[in-house]
């Protein structure tokens, strides 16, 4: 049947033929079975997961093994937090596509010539080699707060570089609502502060008052028996 290579697809698909086998050897590996839809688990949870080898015919001498970790056959869905399987078994296109999951954390090299793929296992950062300076890439195990953390600096980087304007709005408004926030909260604090005053001196007051209205009492019943 062989085996497409797609980067345009997105999971990696094997025939139903490979899937007993798998299962009996995931079962055997991890007391469960595989999973085929949305799971509740952690990032540290998934580091504990098996890494799938793939063990490829060479075309020279020793056979080529390529690592497919759970960041690669598990996905973050980031709106939920929950994981999903990119992994799956079925006929539907006749072949099994080893898709983009597959070749990541690769340098990928397609030898059109000599009908040959290599792959060999890279970190992929391509500004390295072109600058000099390696990148910060983002933890592959990362859970959805970090990464939706991750996309907003990202995308406040890049607006930055594409218009400076942009980026000083961006930064004036964000100024801006910060001292508004510290403004309000300072003067709900000082109102606070204002109205336990107040009723403190009230409260003084009041008895100040009741005192000298006792006194003044006292004062007449003890003179009254001189009048």
């Not at 296109?93 to 890279?122: C, K, P, Q, W």
Request: glycine share 4%.
């Amino acid at each position: 049947q062989g085996v497409v290579i797609d980067s345009g697809t997105t999971d990696t698909i094997l025939t139903k033929d490979l899937k007993p086998a798998f299962d009996q050897a995931w079962q055997a590996t991890t007391g469960t079975a595989f999973p085929n839809q949305f799971i509740d688990i952690s990032a540290n949870e998934l580091k504990t997961w098996p890494t799938i080898i793939f063990q490829m015919k060479s075309s020279t001498s020793n056979d080529t093994l390529i690592a497919f970790p759970p960041s690669s056959y598990m996905s973050l869905d980031f709106s939920t937090g929950r994981y999903k399987p990119t992994l799956w078994f079925h006929d539907k296109y006749g072949t099994s596509i080893l898709g983009s999951n597959f070749m990541r954390s690769h340098n990928v090299l397609f030898d059109v010539e000599n009908r040959r793929i290599g792959m060999a296992e890279s970190d992929c950062d391509y500004n390295e080699l072109i600058s000099g300076e390696k990148s910060v890439f983002p933890d592959v195990y990362a859970d959805a707060k970090q990464v939706k953390q991750l996309l907003q600096i990202e995308h406040k980087q890049s607006m930055c570089e594409d218009s400076g304007a942009s980026c000083f709005f961006h930064q004036s408004i964000l100024t801006v609502t910060i001292i508004l926030s510290v403004a309000l909260l300072c003067m709900a604090s000082l109102e606070c502060y204002q109205h336990y005053k107040r009723s403190v001196t009230y409260t003084k007051v009041d008895l100040v008052v009741k005192n000298k209205s006792f006194d003044c009492e006292q004062n007449e019943n003890m003179r009254s028996p001189l009048r």
